[in-house]
Structure formats: structure tokens, C-alpha cells
């Protein structure tokens, strides 16, 4: 005869599994939801205001109304269509401008009228596809729009300006068979580890522990996906690259922290290459905080470039 004692205590081993499998399967689907969300634009939009209301702010609307006005949408061969903003100058100089996962075209309005009053042809793709690959897709479609420039302007001088995920997808670009054409890559607040990026925001954004939420997130990725955090590119393609690359970074940038990219800068040898850190700003807000700075060091590496 099986004793009340020992009823209890196979109830409790019982109690003590499903308790168990609850706790995975709340797990993996808190994985799957917080995963879902984390790389989506939209609701990256939503998180990431710090810095990029400033940037809209700076543009102002009148600035980024002018920007809608003269941008004009062109259908380059297999890169599709993108939006461009031509020089009234017939020009051989050619600027494409990657925004940051919480901006959006009209919002480069600061970036693309400097870079238009030194003489640029201006090109602001719409490079996201819905969900950021870190630079994976967007890397092979930076190519395919070089290759389209340069077919419509052999002898074009083609500059990369990227910004957050728009700078490591110029970066995991850099040592990619790009034609001689391409002169140099600035990469404002680029990051090579998303990893770290994931460990960094996911508990202040959805308020669930670091551990084991974003190990499980990098798995659900790669077998959703077919790429983890770990697969951003940027750091091998910086350790190979001929290209000369200006890495920008502000000091504040709780986002993406100012180490990812003086790591970058760290194993990047090409010649030219050069690291500027702006002072007090945090993230992507550097061309606000000093613009009298970051102008500067921009325009020179431009010139430097071209020498």
C-alpha cells in the first residue's frame, strides 16, 4: 500500500517538472516576442529617440521639407529605385548616405545638404528590407548601388557615409570587390559585436534579464533567419579593407558604446584611416553637439581622400 507520504511526494515531483516546462516554454516564447520586436524598425523607432530627435531637430522642417522637394527617386539598373539629390553643378563626385535604424531618408537632411554644398551628388537609399541583417543584405545591395553609379559615371569619385547600422553596413562593405571609384567610408557610431548591443539595451527596453534572453535571442535568429548577433561582418572586413575610413564616435553613446568603434579602429590598417571622438554627445547626435568639429574632420578626410 503506497503511503500518503509518498503520493505527495511524486505530486510534488510532478508539480516541480510541469513547473519546469512552463518556465522554458514562457521563456522561449518571451524569446521569440522580445526577439521579434527588438529587430523590428518600428519599434526600434520608438526606443531610440535620444539621439535622433536631435538629428530631425537639427534638420528642422523647413530643412527637410527642401530635402522632400528637391530629392528627386531614380531607378538605378538593379539597385531599384533611390532617392537622390543632384547637384546643380554637373558633377563627378558622388556621396551615398545610409541612415540609422531609427531614421528615415528625410531625416539625413542635415547630412545630405553639407555633403550637396561641397559639390556631392547626393544618394539615400531606402537599404532596410524590414528587418536589419547586420549588414549582411544591405552590404551586397551597397555594392550593387556602387556598381550602378559608377556604370552611369565611370569616372566618379564615390564617398560612403553611414550612420549606425548604416556605418557597419559600409564597414562589412569595405573589403568586398568595390570598384576603384570608391575613395573612403565615414562611419558615425558603427558597431562590429550586437551582441554586446543586445546585452547593453534589451533589459532597459523590456525590462526581462540579460541572461538567458539574449543567448536565446541569437539562436532563434539564426535558426529564423539564418544569421545570429554574432555574424556581423564589419570587424573581418575592416582588418582586410585598402580603404581609408573615418570612424566617429560620441563619448555619451549609451546605444552603441564608443569602444565598438575604437575596436574597429584598432584593427583597421589602411592608410588615411583616422578615429575622431566627439565630446558629451551620445548617440548619433555628434554632428549636433560640436558640428564645428565634426565638420571639420569630415571635410578634411574628404580632401585627404581625394589627394
Not at 515531483?13 to 512552463?22: E, T
Not at 551582441?195 to 535571442?217: C, G, W
Not at 573615418?246 to 588615411?272: A, C, K, M, W
Request: glycine share 6%; with cysteine.
Amino acid at each position: 500500500m503506497i503511503s500518503g507520504k509518498a503520493i505527495r511526494k511524486k505530486d510534488i515531483k510532478k508539480l516541480v517538472a510541469i513547473s519546469f516546462i512552463v518556465a522554458i516554454v514562457l521563456e522561449i516564447l518571451m524569446t521569440v516576442i522580445v526577439t521579434e520586436e527588438f529587430l523590428n524598425i518600428d519599434k526600434f523607432i520608438r526606443y531610440d529617440m535620444s539621439g535622433n530627435v536631435v538629428i530631425r531637430e537639427l534638420s528642422g522642417a523647413e530643412q527637410a521639407a527642401w530635402l522632400e522637394q528637391k530629392l528627386e527617386t531614380q531607378v538605378l539598373g538593379e539597385a531599384g529605385e533611390c532617392q537622390v539629390l543632384p547637384n546643380t553643378v554637373t558633377s563627378h563626385s558622388h556621396i551615398i548616405i545610409l541612415h540609422s535604424l531609427s531614421t528615415v531618408q528625410k531625416d539625413m537632411a542635415v547630412y545630405a545638404v553639407h555633403f550637396n554644398e561641397l559639390g556631392f551628388n547626393v544618394y539615400i537609399p531606402d537599404y532596410i528590407d524590414g528587418t536589419f541583417t547586420l549588414g549582411i543584405n544591405e552590404a551586397q545591395y551597397l555594392q550593387t548601388l556602387v556598381q550602378e553609379i559608377v556604370k552611369s559615371d565611370p569616372e566618379g569619385k564615390i564617398f560612403i557615409f553611414g550612420l549606425g547600422a548604416g556605418g557597419t553596413t559600409a564597414l562589412s562593405a569595405s573589403d568586398m570587390e568595390l570598384p576603384g571609384n570608391v575613395k573612403g567610408i565615414i562611419s558615425d557610431s558603427a558597431f562590429h559585436d550586437f551582441n554586446e548591443i543586445v546585452r547593453l539595451n534589451i533589459n532597459e527596453m523590456y525590462h526581462v534579464p540579460t541572461y538567458p534572453v539574449a543567448q536565446l535571442s541569437s539562436l532563434y535568429t539564426k535558426l529564423t533567419r539564418g544569421w545570429s548577433f554574432s555574424d556581423t561582418g564589419a570587424l573581418q572586413a575592416v582588418r582586410h579593407t585598402q580603404l581609408p575610413i573615418l570612424y566617429i564616435h560620441s563619448t555619451e553613446d549609451s546605444i552603441v558604446p564608443v569602444g565598438q568603434s575604437n575596436r574597429l579602429f584598432e584593427v583597421t590598417h589602411s592608410e588615411g584611416t583616422d578615429h575622431v571622438t566627439i565630446y558629451g554627445a551620445t548617440h548619433c547626435t555628434g554632428v549636433v553637439t560640436d558640428s564645428e568639429k565634426y565638420w571639420r574632420e569630415v571635410d578634411a578626410f574628404i580632401r585627404n581622400s581625394l589627394d
